[in-house]
């Protein structure tokens, strides 16, 4: 599964951003897809995903009423919607995809696939 992950930039305390993933060659929703982002001298930490199945998403804590993980199967894509952007927000940000057990949903080490990542700086 190639995944390519799209829309990062550079914006303001408070703004919006919208991230893409995206897949050619596979059906996104045959996948949990995960997103993750990584920030300079940091590990890599999760920030949210989506299930396959129901499409459920569920959320790191920093995160939460912040961000908004959905599909659009017609698309095949899976899109992050960041509101209310901080300065901690800024990082690389990667989408990953898998087939893992709900309970390792969270876990880095769980997605098999992943895209390239996508640059998100928030100035304050």
């Known amino acids: 599964v190639q995944l390519q992950a799209s829309g990062g930039g550079f914006v303001q305390a408070g703004g919006s951003l919208r991230l893409s993933c995206a897949t050619s060659?596979?059906?996104?929703?045959?996948?949990?897809v995960g997103w993750f982002r990584q920030a300079p001298g940091k590990e890599r930490e999760f920030v949210g995903g989506?299930?396959?199945?129901?499409?459920?998403?569920f959320y790191a804590d920093p995160v939460k009423g912040r961000f908004t993980i959905s599909r659009d199967n017609a698309k095949n894509t899976v899109n992050l919607h960041m509101d209310n952007l901080k300065s901690e927000d800024t990082a690389v940000y990667y989408c990953?995809?898998?087939?893992?057990?709900?309970?390792?949903?969270?876990?880095?080490?769980?997605?098999?696939?992943w895209g390239q990542g996508t640059l998100v700086t928030v100035s304050s």
């Open positions: 990953a995809a898998g087939t893992m057990i709900y309970s390792e949903r969270r876990n880095r080490d769980a997605y098999k696939y």
């Open positions: 989506i299930m396959r199945s129901s499409s459920n998403p």
């Open positions: 060659r596979n059906t996104l929703r045959d996948y949990v």
